[in-house]
């Protein structure tokens, strides 16, 4: 089985190095304290609607721990490397990696700023879901997050032994919560547990999740230390009385009804990302992911990722993360960042892809569908060689044939389509497969390592992406003699340019109607999606396709 070349002459261009970090909370100064160390100028845009820049509890944080991350707002302040812009809000974006220009106001004051790469580091919002609960916020019958902040004074802790107070939590009742939010429960529950043997937690709660890290433990701690754990699929009445709440819940392991007036009744909270997010995704032209995180759930965005090179999305930004997980996708930012600008100067593809001026008439077209934002236009469309990672989708679509990707041209293609076909032996099923080289070509290429049955007429043809094959070239490989075409992509979700599989299922659905007007069996053509590591499910398909044409 052969495959085409792809090889690029390389040429090395000047990019800017500064760093815009959006987002002033806890995850932003991490952010633009740790860029800044490496010797980067960065541009902290604090960004006050963001989310909530982070109650000092809101992770759990143990107060020498607490009092560092006081004290890392002043340190960025003081750093000369850090331009710390008050009340920002990201008005445009354009440009490619390298070459950034934002425009943006702080105080009132419009602002311009080239930047190589940016960094969206937005907060978590703590909402409290009492209405879900019918009950009116009060000094007795509060958020987590109020009783968060209780917790960090030790004189209320004392209070807490010293009264005997009773503090009860209601969980899981509103919604299913994830790990931040039970983590976070659990510490209050073990903190009144500890805070001497006269105060006692109750937690009203429908389901105890202990996935995450250390949760089983706090679980046991808390319930070790006395705390009273009620679990019921429904939520229990709750009366909001003058002198306080009062709690009424059927028990059915001792088959009666449990009344209880704590001293202060905590209400679960509904953890999200800020509303900031989607007005961020449509001016950086990157992608909303699930509940409105700016990440994608695809493999190739993972860790802090997004569609675009250059623009990195870290902590809560991109899902709901206690602060060791943000410290980690800090630190794997700085790395890509320090990848990505180096020293000023990056080498890259010459001609990576390369659009023909004349063809061209400036119809959109590519803009539209570039998964990547690596084409913006003066007079006519220009792809960036630092932004483009030649998955051909706009190759393809493109309705003047003006876009070509070196190594994969349309006459290169073409030309390795006659090639194969003319080479398989008179007799042998001519078989002609399509791969993507991100996944299953490597499929493919395994199973002929491994001596998987395969048929003798098959040959690859490998293209960066499967949102690159073109009708055409379906058509063209039926006209050279080909007995049956496999078009071959990523699953959905694991496709590194996202939208391709999804582009070359529309063009092979167009296909199959085209094949059907000229009296070609549709059956001697098939889509289908592969992972790299599926080999004998590539093997399986090919030979199932050998049966149907033989």
């Known amino acids: 089985m052969t495959t085409a070349k ?21 995850t932003g100064l991490k952010a633009a304290d740790s860029i800044a160390e490496t010797g980067y100028r960065v541009i902290l ?60 106001t702080s105080d009132g ?43 960090s004074s030790a004189d209320f802790k004392k209070k807490l032994d010293k009264d005997k107070q009773t503090v009860a939590f209601l969980a899981g009742f509103a919604q299913d919560g994830n790990p931040l939010l039970m983590k976070r429960i659990l510490d209050s529950v073990l903190a009144v547990e500890e805070a001497g043997k006269n105060a006692t937690a109750y937690v009203y709660i429908n389901d105890i999740k202990v996935a ?11 319930r070790d230390a006395g705390a009273i754990y009620f679990k019921s699929t429904q939520p229990p009445e709750i009366k909001q009385q003058n002198d306080g709440p009062a709690i ?30 989607s007005e961020l995704a449509d001016i950086l032209r990157i992608d909303l992911g699930p509940m409105g995180f700016l990440q994608t759930d695809n493999v190739h965005r993972f860790p802090v990722h997004s569609n675009r090179e250059g623009i990195y999305v ?26 990505l600008l180096g020293d000023g100067t990056k080498e890259v593809p010459k001609f990576c892809a390369v659009v023909d001026r004349e063809k061209c008439v400036t119809c959109l077209t590519c803009y539209r569908c570039c998964p990547h934002g690596a084409i913006y236009w003066d007079d006519k469309a220009v792809i960036s060689p630092v932004a483009c ?23 290169e293609l073409l030309e390795q389509i006659r090639t194969e076909i003319s080479g398989i032996k008179n007799g042998d099923p001519k078989i002609l497969a399509f791969c993507c080289e991100n996944s299953a070509l490597e499929a493919g290429r395994t199973a002929d390592l491994f001596h998987y049955n395969l048929p003798k007429g098959l040959r690859l043809i490998r293209v960066p992406c499967a949102g690159k094959v073109d009708i055409h070239y379906v058509l063209s490989a039926f006209i050279e003699g080909a007995d049956g075409v496999l078009v071959m992509a990523c699953h959905p979700g694991n496709c590194k340019s996202e939208t391709g599989t999804t582009f070359a299922r529309w063009r092979i659905n167009n296909a199959y109607q085209m094949l059907e007007e000229t009296g070609i069996d549709k059956n001697r053509l098939e889509f289908v999606t592969l992972a790299s590591n599926m080999a004998p499910d590539f093997a399986k398909i090919a030979v199932e396709m050998e049966k149907r044409i033989g």
């Open 45 to 104: 845009a604090d960004q006050k609607d963001a989310g909530t820049p982070g109650q000092s509890s809101l992770f759990g944080l143990q107060p020498d721990f607490q009092n560092s991350l006081d004290g890392l707002k002043d340190a960025v302040k003081a750093n000369s490397r850090v331009e710390f812009l008050p009340e920002a809000r990201i008005k445009t974006a354009a440009g490619v990696p390298g070459d950034f220009t934002i425009r943006l």
């Open 248 to 277: 009424l819940l059927h028990d059915p392991v001792i088959r009666s009804d449990i009344e209880a007036e704590p001293d202060y009744l905590v209400i679960e909270e509904a953890m999200t990302p800020g509303q900031v997010n």
């Open 212 to 222: 995450g890290d250390n949760l089983e433990r706090l679980y046991k701690a808390g």
């Open 314 to 339: 870290i902590g809560s930004t991109r899902d709901i993360q206690d602060l060791s997980d943000t410290w980690t996708d800090v630190e794997n930012a700085v790395l890509d960042i320090k990848q």
């Open 6 to 26: 792809n090889t690029r002459e390389m040429e090395k261009i000047e990019i800017a190095t500064d760093v815009l970090v959006i987002g002033g909370g806890y």
């Open 389 to 411: 990672q030649a998955c051909g989708i706009c190759a393809s679509e493109c309705p003047q044939e003006a876009i070509q990707v070196t190594g994969y041209s349309d006459d």
């Open 109 to 151: 004051t419009e602002i311009e700023k080239k930047v190589g790469a940016i960094v969206v580091a937005t907060d978590i919002v703590s909402t409290p879901l009492n209405h879900i609960y019918g009950l009116d916020l009060s000094d007795r019958v509060i958020s987590l997050s109020d009783f968060e902040e209780k917790l």
